[in-house]
């Protein structure tokens, strides 16, 4: 979980429950004190450093507090950790941290980019609920589609942005016989037709695509 989630009562409601963790902790100041007591500093990146300290707070269940600080701007900044994860080193638990899902950057600043969803709104609760609900189907719809059609392919640093403005408004037709979709005829002037002709092919499992 990201620090908008780190409070100890989310931390000790997910240990009570039997959860393992990986967290940023919420408090800054507290990042700052710990920074403070940690005795050993390793290198991490470029721009950052990492060390372990004892915990400050009894959150029910034995944790490791990870103190992260990097330079921002020319000036250094401190964030803290918290994980139930035996690793064997603290790279290794940063390493693991950093690949989280990231939620707030695939799916909510991507869907507001790409599907326009801060562009939109509603005038009635419910039918602001009802959008953001389309909008997640189509990111469910779209990151199938990534998976499924645009990985190893030219597009595959695309994101949902240009999937949706470069891809899905290609100029082209569908061809159906008997409400069967039959043929995907894509217009060969324009620029990445084949590769995205290939894209499809893969998506629709072999497919005629011209």
């Known amino acids: 979980m990201d620090g908008g989630s780190g409070s100890d009562e989310q931390f000790r409601w997910l240990l ?21 007591q940690v005795l050993r500093w390793d290198s991490y990146r470029d721009d950052a450093w990492i060390g372990e300290v004892p915990s400050p707070v009894d959150l ?15 000036k250094i900044v401190h964030s803290y950790y918290v994980s139930t994860l035996s690793l064997p080193s603290k790279r290794l638990f940063l390493a693991g941290y950093d690949d989280r899902g990231a939620a707030e950057v ?22 602001q609920k009802a959008y953001i609900l389309l909008t ?60 995205l002709a290939n894209c499809l092919n893969r998506f629709c499992f072999g497919l005629n695509i011209e």
């Open 16 to 36: 009570a429950r039997g959860y393992h963790l990986v967290g940023k902790g919420l408090s800054g100041r507290r990042a700052e004190a710990l920074a403070r």
């Open 60 to 74: 029910g269940h034995p944790v490791r507090f990870f103190v992260k600080k990097r330079l921002k701007k020319d």
């Open 106 to 127: 695939e799916q909510f600043r991507n869907d507001k980019s790409g599907l326009s969803l801060e562009a939109r709104r509603k005038h009635s609760f419910t039918g």
């Open 136 to 195: 997640d189907m189509a990111h469910n719809l779209l990151a199938d589609f990534y998976y499924q059609a645009l990985v190893d392919s030219p597009f595959a640093d695309y994101g949902l942005k240009r999937i949706v403005r470069d891809l899905l408004h290609f100029p082209g037709r569908l061809v159906f016989e008997q409400e069967n979709l039959v043929r995907v005829e894509l217009l060969s002037q324009k620029h990445f037709s084949q590769d």
